[in-house]
Nanobody, 122 residues
Framework: QDQLEEFGGGQVQAGGSLRLSCAAAGRALGRINVGWFRQYLGKEREFVAAINWLDDETQYADSVKGRFTISGDDAKRTVYLQMDDLKPEDTAVYYC???????????????WGQGTRVTVSS
């Protein structure tokens, strides 16, 4: 089955940490680029971070630089998003996605997970 599945959402207080995981299966495994997006209620999904499986290049949204770290385990075909120093404005549904090219553009990602909710309380 071609899919991505996220794990690790939950509730945490401001300043705390969470780690999200994204496991790929089927044709999603062949995508070279895995990214994380988040969606606030009533808003479009926005780019958070991405990693390129070929050379481990990473990219981050300005709002999370220095606080979030994306990494990958090639053997497990799993991508992680370590989120530190969380803020209430990080509260959103986080989605894992995969794309056939290196990009941060949402429309290019053709495999998506079901989303996992992150809630940061003040």
């Amino acid at each position: 089955q071609d899919q991505l599945e996220e794990f690790g959402g939950g509730q945490v207080q401001a300043g705390g940490s969470l780690r999200l995981s994204c496991a790929a299966a089927g044709r999603a495994l062949g995508r070279i680029n895995v990214g994380w997006f988040r969606q606030y209620l009533g808003k479009e999904r926005e780019f958070v971070a991405a990693i390129n499986w070929l050379d481990d290049e990473t990219q981050y949204a300005d709002s999370v630089k220095g606080r979030f770290t994306i990494s990958g385990d090639d053997a497990k075909r799993t991508v992680y998003l370590q989120m530190d120093d969380l803020k209430p404005e990080d509260t959103a549904v986080y989605y894992c996605a995969a794309a056939p090219i290196w990009t941060t553009q949402r429309v290019t990602y053709d495999y998506w997970g079901q989303g996992t909710r992150v809630t940061v309380s003040s």
